[in-house]
């Protein structure tokens, strides 16, 4: 990002954003909490399990205006929390540090899902988010299996560096792992837990894999894996 935007530009930053959706009460998007998500358009990356294919395209507009959000937010206020950022990948549009501060200085919590995939986003970000859900898909060497993306580590990297700055900002985080059966065994399960562990997560999910959403080639590969081998988080 390049520095922070004058004080007449939050405004246009957050207004911006791309949305490709909104949901306006989740009790499940931030454990604990009673949120309104809103979906942000785009992702770098092509995971194999992805249920969010639709809204990928960085090239597609959004949907939703954030003046819906912050409407929606108004309305509720009393009855919702915060609101929870995600995708898509939300880090990959700089009008979300705008948008988080909007939401943050109007005394809703601010949540963020996020995969990682632009830690340059992050010092920037992290001052207005109160939690993050942070995607850790497999060990290093086997990222880019997963991701279909990058070069051999390159989306581990960013992963892996977008968790050192989140450990390292004490925002909240709970790190999530969903278990790709077609690419990661028990053991590779086992060493990153360990992994992640040595680097300081306390909090650790793992996730069973689901087939709707995703595309029918994975699907079919799924349903290939023997039934002993989904993790059933
Ligand atoms: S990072 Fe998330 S939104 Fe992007 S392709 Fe992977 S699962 Fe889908």
Request: charge should be negative; proline fraction near 6%; charged fraction near 20%.
């Amino acid at each position: 990002m390049q520095g922070a935007p004058g004080p007449d530009s939050w405004e246009q930053r957050a207004a911006s954003l791309q949305i490709a959706g909104l949901t306006p009460l989740s009790t499940v998007d931030w454990p604990g909490k009673l949120v309104a998500t809103a979906f942000l358009q785009g992702c770098p990356w092509r995971c194999t399990y992805c249920h969010n294919s639709a809204i990928l395209d960085v090239r597609l507009p959004g949907v939703v205006a954030w003046s819906t959000v912050t409407d929606l937010l108004r309305r509720r206020r009393g009855l919702l929390d915060g609101l929870v950022l995600s995708g898509g990948e939300p880090t990959r549009q700089a009008g979300v540090v705008a948008a988080a501060r909007e939401v943050k200085e109007a005394g809703f919590l601010v949540g963020l899902h996020t995969a990682g995939a632009y830690p340059a986003r992050l010092p920037d970000l992290l001052p207005y988010v109160d939690w993050v859900g942070l995607d850790i898909k497999a060990p290093a060497h086997l990222y880019r299996a997963i991701t279909r993306a990058g070069g051999d580590t390159t989306t581990a990297d960013k992963a892996f560096e977008s968790l050192r700055l989140v450990l390292d900002s004490a925002v909240d985080v709970q790190v999530r792992t969903t278990v790709d059966p077609t690419v990661l065994t028990d053991a590779d399960v086992a060493d990153l837990g360990a992994a992640l562990a040595d680097l300081g997560v306390r909090d650790h999910v793992l996730q069973q894999v689901r087939p709707d959403g995703a595309t029918d080639e994975y699907a079919q590969a799924l349903a290939r894996v023997p039934r002993e081998r989904l993790h059933r988080g």
